[in-house]
């Protein structure tokens, strides 16, 4: 049985199999009623790009996706003018491989409990034209209100949900580097990197 939120595309291996495994972080579809795209046509779409059993989790844009080369910088690039031309909208994607995707599992704050419901913990990932040092040196957390912390390609931020109204990070969206960011919970960022490792390990030799 699949587990809930997980899509397979359905379609059988190809003969020359993936090399390395990456996580491919759409930004801003199927959020608020606004780009909506189904599930079952973006991983047509990754498989027309040539990436093996693109694999969903939920339907805010998270993909893990096997890729029959190592990851570049043209990795993104190419991943964004092939959903735009799919689908006809500015596609914005951030691309980690699992080396890059366990060092930022690594990283996440010691005391972050997933299962503090009283917490919201984010992981804010950022393309490669912005460095956490950036968005670190542009944002000034409130102190007893908010926990910032430069990351390798990410900003971890946590806040009680019961002030996040009063956090400077809540107001994202008018920063001028916003639309070099993506915002994932720690819940789901753990997932996707469980995935990455789960394909790794039925990877046939």
């Known amino acids: 049985m699949r587990a ?6 359905g379609r059988a291996p190809a003969s020359i199999r993936a090399v390395d495994t990456w996580v491919v972080l759409l930004r801003g579809i199927n959020v608020g009623g606004k780009r909506l ?3 079952r ?3 047509d779409a990754f498989h027309d790009m040539g990436y093996d059993d693109p694999v969903t989790y939920i339907q805010s844009g998270n993909f893990v996706v096997g890729s029959r080369r190592g990851k570049t910088a043209r990795a993104a ?6 959903l735009s031309d799919a689908f006809g909208y500015e596609a914005r994607v951030v691309v980690r491989d699992v080396a890059e995707m366990g060092a930022i599992v690594r990283g996440v704050p010691r005391d972050w409990d997933a299962a503090d419901r009283s917490m919201r913990h984010n992981v ?5 034209a912005l460095s956490p040092k950036a968005i670190g040196d542009s944002v000034t957390p409130k102190r007893g209100i908010e926990s910032m912390k430069a990351g390798p390609h990410v900003i971890y931020w946590s806040a009680p949900l019961r002030t996040i109204a009063r956090t400077t990070m809540v107001r994202l969206s008018s ?11 720690l819940r789901t960022t753990l997932k996707l990197y469980e995935l990455m490792e789960r394909r790794l390990d039925d990877r046939v030799p």
């Open 37 to 39: 795209i189904a599930m």
């Open 4 to 9: 809930r939120g997980i899509q397979g595309a």
């Open 124 to 128: 804010i990932f950022l393309t490669d």
């Open 77 to 82: 690039p190419s991943i964004e003018r092939g």
């Open 41 to 43: 046509n973006l991983q």
């Open 175 to 185: 920063h001028p580097s916003y639309s070099e960011t993506t915002v994932r919970g």
